[in-house]
Nanobody, 121 residues
Framework: VQLQASGGGLVQAGGSLRLSCAAS????????MGWFRQAPGKEREFVAA????????YYADSVKGRFTISRDNAKNTVYLQMNSMKPEDTAVYYC???????????????WGQGTLVTVSS
């Protein structure tokens, strides 16, 4: 599966942004999908995951209550709605497919290119 993320940009603190990740391939609806991010000088971290049906969602504590992950299997697309954004949300955001839980985090088997999100204070 190939993944193409989009929607990044510059936003002020308190603002909102929606990321999209379009997937190719007929197996999209069978994969759990997710988002990760990597801030400058930091390791990549898990942000959110969604089950293949969309019925279950999972979030990192740092974004819980502010970010919402969703998917449209008819469009082979997963979204990340980001509200009440903070400067510490600044990072390159990556979407991933075939997500599996590993310990307290998640692992993705397929990765898209990142999209840069910058939150100004």
């Amino acid at each position: 599966v190939q993944l193409q993320a989009s929607g990044g940009g510059l936003v002020q603190a308190g603002g909102s942004l929606r990321l999209s990740c379009a997937a190719s391939g007929r197996t999209f609806s069978s994969y759990a999908m997710g988002w990760f991010r990597q801030a400058p000088g930091k390791e990549r971290e898990f942000v959110a995951a969604i089950s293949w049906s969309g019925g279950s969602t999972y979030y990192a504590d740092s974004v819980k209550g502010r970010f919402t992950i969703s998917r449209d299997n008819a469009k082979n697309t997963v979204y990340l709605q980001m509200n009440s954004m903070k400067p510490e949300d600044t990072a390159v955001y990556y979407c991933a497919a075939d997500m599996v839980p590993m310990g307290s985090s998640w692992y993705g088997d397929y990765w898209g290119q990142g999209t840069l999100v910058t939150v100004s204070s």
